[in-house]
Antibody, heavy 117, light 107 residues
Framework: QVQLVQSGAEVKKPGASVKVSCKAAGYTFTGHFIHWVRQAPGQGLEWMGYLSPNHGLTIYAQKFQGRLTMTGDTSISTAYMELNSLRSDDTAMYYC??????????WGRGTLVTVSS | DIQMTQSPSSLSPSMGDRVTITCRATQDLHDSLAWYQQKPGTAPNLLLFGASRLASGVPSRFTGSGSETIYTLTITSVQPEDFATYYCQQYYITPYTFGQGTKLEIK
């Protein structure tokens, strides 16, 4: 069955960077885009962008341009999301999700990133 | 960016009630609209896509309808396991955007 296994929780200081991984299993990694969605504590869902593992193509939401990098390693079926210059309002649960025609039937369990001095 | 506005923000139905949640978009989505259910501490779960198509394994009491800029999610008879937060999502154009959520609370 399709699984997306994310890396563990992170605590970072303001200005630092975080890199979250998302290992795919149960399907052909290069056959589907990987999207990243975040959710601040008690808040709604915010789409950040997507990666095409097959081509390395990325599309990012404009608000993250310049701070966000999505990459993939097809040899280990793993996608990565790196966010730089962290601020306190980047504290959130970060989810990876498999895109099927642009909606998301499969999600990872989430990685909590806490930004605190 | 397309703005998605859900209403109401919360609901307190009784078991067995019919519930409707509305999602309004700032432009025509051409049915590129999905609904998700999220329970505390878990990832969202896809309920419907293409405005009205039921995702795999989702009970038939969940139905979706609408067109252009107004879409609805209906639960025909609310069950105990349906108490959660519901989000709409447009995937017509990037940035893909979500509604702010509708919380179904036990009465």
């Amino acid at each position: 069955q399709v699984q997306l296994v994310q890396s563990g929780a992170e605590v970072k200081k303001p200005g630092a960077s975080v890199k979250v991984s998302c290992k795919a299993a149960g399907y052909t990694f290069t056959g589907h885009f990987i999207h990243w969605v975040r959710q601040a504590p008690g808040q709604g869902l915010e789409w950040m962008g997507y990666l095409s593992p097959n081509h390395g193509l990325t599309i990012y939401a404009q608000k993250f341009q310049g701070r966000l990098t999505m990459t993939g390693d097809t040899s280990i079926s793993t996608a990565y999301m790196e966010l730089n210059s962290l601020r306190s309002d980047d504290t959130a649960m970060y989810y990876c999700a498999r895109g099927d025609n642009w909606y998301f039937p499969f999600w990872g369990r989430g990685t909590l990133v806490t930004v605190s001095s | 960016d397309i703005q998605m506005t859900q209403s109401p923000s919360s609901l307190s139905p009784s078991m067995g009630d019919r519930v409707t949640i509305t999602c309004r978009a700032t432009q025509d989505l051409h049915d590129s609209l999905a609904w998700y259910q999220q329970k505390p501490g878990t990832a969202p779960n896809l309920l419907l896509f293409g405005a009205s198509r039921l995702a795999s394994g989702v009970p038939s009491r969940f139905t979706g309808s609408g067109s252009e800029t107004i879409y609805t999610l209906t639960i025909t008879s609310v069950q105990p396991e349906d108490f959660a937060t519901y989000y709409c999502q447009q995937y017509y154009i990037t940035p893909y955007t979500f509604g702010q959520g509708t919380k179904l609370e036990i009465k």
